[in-house]
């Protein structure tokens, strides 16, 4: 098990982590660790915001996403970019979304979607730097990285290869359910009904959208998903 949380926080991070080598079912049990890694990310930047001046709320807010993009690899803006993209070019069109997602150019489309959801990211950030509520901060990414193993319990793959194929085929099942049933229990506890409901909401548009266009997700329409619950519920908790 340390090994599949070694992976889950190699993936999910830019933190230096070095193993052997890992089994397709480590890989796929790494998937049970994706919350702790969320929390792991929303300490070190609550962390983070305890040392910014709240009196430059704006500037702090920059340099706290900022901090946000470069621990996590910028992976899941990545995932957006490619999907924005893919989602007005492949229109009516399975296939040629997929084959617009593999490109790695970034078009007009994937820069406007980038800049207006970091945007949005920053003016959230501002409001938790001058509230000092970081709760919500650190909820919203667990939340939103627990979604990733939902999307795999529930929802095809589509491509045949892959990291997330393999994820996918060695999904463990039992211990996923047991992690999202805990993972919800004390969420419920910590923040109530409302911001996980319009969470879940969220959740299932996205899921339904993916389903509609492709009959499934690949890898970067996950990273899309991660981006925009992350939004989500931020947003949510803040007003909620």
């Known amino acids: 098990?340390?090994?599949?949380?070694?992976?889950?926080?190699?993936?999910l991070t830019i933190i230096p982590v070095s193993y052997a080598s890992a089994?397709?079912?480590?890989?796929?049990?790494?998937?049970?660790?994706?919350?702790?890694?969320?929390?792991?990310?929303?300490?070190?930047?609550s962390g983070l915001v305890s040392v910014l001046p709240v009196s430059y709320s704006l500037l702090s807010a920059a340099l706290l996403l900022t901090a946000w993009v470069l621990l996590t690899g910028g992976l899941h803006i990545d995932g957006?970019?490619?999907?924005?993209?893919?989602?007005?070019?492949?229109?009516?069109n399975k296939q040629r979304t997929l084959e617009i997602m593999k490109d790695p150019a970034a078009g007009p489309i994937a820069v406007v979607v980038l800049a207006l959801s970091l945007l949005i990211k920053l003016a959230l950030l501002?409001?938790?730097?001058?509230s000092g509520e970081t709760s919500a901060l650190i909820w919203s990414i667990i939340l939103a990285r627990t979604a990733m193993p939902l999307l795999f319990l529930t929802t095809n793959y589509v491509r045949p290869n892959g990291i997330g194929a393999v994820l996918k085929q060695y999904l463990p099942v039992k211990q996923v359910k047991w992690m999202l049933l805990i993972t919800i229990v004390i969420a419920l506890f910590c923040l109530g009904f409302t911001p996980l409901l319009l969470g879940l909401i969220v959740f299932l548009l996205l899921r339904y959208t993916m389903e509609h266009r492709l009959d499934g997700f690949t890898g970067d329409t996950a990273g899309a998903m991660v981006e925009l619950l992350e939004i989500s519920f931020l947003l949510f908790l803040i007003l909620f």
Do not use: H, T
């Open 1 to 11: 098990m340390w090994l599949s949380f070694q992976i889950a926080l190699q993936f």
């Open 23 to 45: 089994s397709d079912q480590q890989l796929g049990r790494s998937l049970v660790f994706y919350p702790v890694i969320g929390l792991i990310i929303g300490l070190i930047l």
């Open 80 to 92: 957006l970019a490619d999907s924005a993209d893919a989602w007005l070019g492949g229109i009516g």
């Open 126 to 130: 501002e409001i938790v730097i001058s």
